[in-house]
């Protein structure tokens, strides 16, 4: 019933268009010199209109009747019918058939951009339903304070400091590894290389940043761990199998091509005026890029700082493959620590029940994996308002 | 392509030209874009504590020529500069020659105000800043308080040094950016068009303020409005189609051009 109905619709609509336009062309070939609007939008009108009815009319029947229902594709017919007939009344010579259609496009977008805008809502309140009901098990204090996180043992304990201290410190060592090589090769890319080398480079940093993350995970567990650790026993340093180090550097490279493509673009958006008129004060290259450049791109910078920080914590397979299980409360970054992702893997794979506090205690960490990157996206926002320097 | 080995004659020696010390010698300077002849055999012999304009169709070269004498073209790619351009007897395209230190000494203003962005004072105190000229917190402000005086800026931003250069009018900028160029003391300052992008209030006051600071440098000025070059300049040189077509005194050169080319265009019969 479903293929009849869509294919009734379309039908309708095709149909509502040239009926539209020939009733309008019709008008003007009987000498209605100045019509409002040019044929063409009459046709679409109708046409949107017969969609619109004919849509809405088989959405409610499916919501009632369902969709295997004969009704349906009969409601189509009937309303798209009904539709095009109401409007073909409406068509004369001073009918606005430009705008109406124009408000009716506006309409679309508006009810495009608000899918996105609903379905994040309804993300972020159910995950708060279940944090809520997982609070009531637990008591937020010891939620968000408890320094010590095992869920599977009696008693459980869902202590969260742990978790952040062990997201925390790998993002820092990513962003530690990441920062200076993005940004320092963006400076190369925008400003030193000749145009064929930048062709080359950017291209193949971009290619880093299209490797799957199971990929740098393993590569990260079978090839960097155990690097770190025969490195470090070389120094005599204790080193976990399974490292922050090992997660977080492997990070650092995944967030590079991300901060260095961003931060590339910022420094070329610099009005070349700007660097002309630095040079010609006698600045050198070096002394222009500190003082002009990098200034004038910073808000820029820091917005991609921010958003490779986001990508940073919400990251999950490389953590899962290289970090551990562990829920230390360790910042040596040595040690094996655990994130707030890598639990919410663990929690939800499987069957479970979704009534005990075990499997809740993951909705509550993804909603303070949710709120975090929230407030720094907010850090981000107000910090690009704050030093925005305009330029032009 | 233009090989012939003809050079612009200056002949015509300015009289102002006879009662200055000369600042600029340069000779047979050509200069190329790639491909591209833009300045042929140029020749020409600019004056110190003088205006001297530029004028000529677009794509005659004047901004070309302008550009070669601080070095800009260097930033150039497939830019390429020969001849001897002699400043105080100094040729600026000498291997040792310190292209930092040049442009320290040529100052440069260009078509569009471009500010940095950055406060009003840092703006100022940019070069200074760079060439470690002042030698102390005061000694800073000095200097950016009296280039902005010079640049009869000062009045209306001494309220708000801190606030951005980058939100002042246009005119203001423009004179923010004479300000910034005048702060490291320079000895020439070339001006591209300076005004080109200002309304004709604004413009105005850009050339009260050459003409009250021509007695402490060498001005060199690119522009297409005609009446700015009689108005402001002593000197005025006719570029056309890379080649210098006749340099002189800017009351002779508006009342009895020697080359037909040159009298056509001040007519406005091209260009």
């Not at chain 1, 869509?6 to 019509?35: C, D, E, H, P, Y």
């Not at chain 1, 004919?54 to 189509?76: E, K, R, W, Y």
């Not at chain 1, 010590?148 to 060592?173: D, E, M, Q, Y």
Request: charged content about 15%; some cysteine.
């Amino acid at each position: 019933m479903t293929a009849w109905t869509l294919l009734i619709i379309a039908a309708l609509t095709a149909i509502g268009f040239f009926v539209g336009q020939a009733r309008a062309q019709g008008l003007r070939n009987a000498g209605a010199a100045s019509l409002h609007s040019l044929p063409a939008y009459h046709g679409l009108l109708m046409a949107s209109m017969a969609l619109a009815a004919a849509g809405i009319a088989t959405l409610a029947v499916a919501l009632v009747a369902g969709s295997d229902s004969m009704i349906m594709p009969a409601a189509a017919a009937l309303l798209g019918t009904g539709a095009i007939a109401a409007s073909h009344r409406l068509i004369t010579r001073d009918f606005r058939a430009r705008n109406r259609f124009e408000h009716f496009v506006k309409l679309v977008l508006i009810a495009c951009s608000g899918v996105a805008v609903l379905t994040t809502i309804g993300i972020v309140f159910s995950v708060l339903f279940e944090t809520l009901a997982f609070f009531g098990e637990v008591s937020p204090i010891e939620f968000l304070f408890g320094t010590h996180w095992s869920p599977t043992s009696t008693p459980a304990s869902f202590g969260l400091i742990p978790l952040l201290v062990g997201t925390l410190l790998i993002t820092f060592i990513a962003v530690l590894v990441a920062g200076p090589l993005g940004l320092l090769s963006a400076i190369y890319m925008a400003e030193y290389s000749s145009k064929k080398m930048r062709g080359v480079l950017k291209p193949l940093l971009e290619i880093l940043a299209g490797v799957p993350t199971v990929v740098l995970g393993f590569f990260a567990a079978l090839t960097v761990a155990p690097l770190i650790r025969n490195t470090g026993e070389g120094f005599g340093l204790i080193v976990a199998s399974e490292s922050a180090l090992a997660a977080g550097l492997v990070m650092g490279m995944m967030i590079v091509p991300l901060i260095s493509s961003l931060s590339d673009d910022i420094i070329n958006a610099v009005p070349q005026s700007l660097r002309d008129g630095s040079y010609a004060m006698g600045a050198t290259k070096s002394e222009t890029i500190k003082r002009v450049v990098l200034p004038a791109a910073l808000p820029g910078i820091v917005s991609a700082f921010m958003l490779a920080i986001s990508r940073a914590i919400g990251e999950t397979m490389i953590v899962v493959m290289a970090a551990g299980l562990a829920a230390n409360l360790s910042f040596n970054p040595l040690a094996a620590v655990t994130t707030i992702t890598v639990q919410i893997a663990t929690l939800l794979v499987g069957d479970q029940e979704f009534d005990s506090a075990k499997t809740l205690s993951a909705f509550a960490l993804g909603f303070v994996l949710f709120c975090f990157t929230l407030v720094l996206n907010y850090i981000a926002l107000r910090i690009v308002q704050r030093y925005r320097e305009q330029y032009d | 392509m233009d090989a012939s080995p003809q050079k612009s004659t200056l002949s015509n020696s300015p009289r102002i030209l006879a009662a200055r010390d000369t600042k600029i010698v340069a000779s047979d300077v050509n200069v190329y874009y790639g491909e591209k002849h833009a300045i042929k055999h140029l020749s020409i012999d600019i004056p110190d504590r003088a205006v001297s304009a530029f004028i000529g169709p677009s794509g005659c070269g004047k901004s070309t020529f302008l550009r070669s004498i601080n070095r800009m073209n260097d930033t150039i790619d497939g830019c390429r500069v020969t001849g001897d351009i002699l400043v105080d007897g100094k040729n600026i395209y000498d291997r040792d020659l310190d292209v930092v230190q040049l442009r320290a000494r040529v100052g440069m203003v260009f078509q569009k105000p471009n500010p940095f962005p950055k406060s009003i004072f840092e703006n100022v105190a940019y070069g200074p800043r760079i060439h470690g000229i002042a030698k102390s917190k005061t000694d800073l402000e000095e200097i950016v308080v009296g280039s902005l005086k010079k640049a009869s800026l000062f009045e209306e931003v001494k309220d708000r040094l801190d606030h951005p250069g980058t939100g002042l009018s246009g005119g203001q900028q423009q004179r923010l950016c004479i300000a910034r160029a005048i702060a490291v003391n320079p000895e020439i300052i070339l001006m591209d068009e300076p005004c080109s992008a200002l309304d004709p209030i604004a413009s105005a006051r850009i050339e009260e303020l050459i003409d009250e600071i021509r007695q402490n440098y060498c001005i060199i000025i690119v522009t297409h409005s005609m009446q700015q070059a009689a108005r402001v300049s002593q000197l005025t040189a006719f570029f056309h189609l890379g080649d210098l077509v006749e340099f002189g005194d800017t009351d002779d050169m508006f009342t009895t051009p020697q080359d037909k080319r040159t009298q056509d265009y001040i007519t406005g019969r091209f260009g």
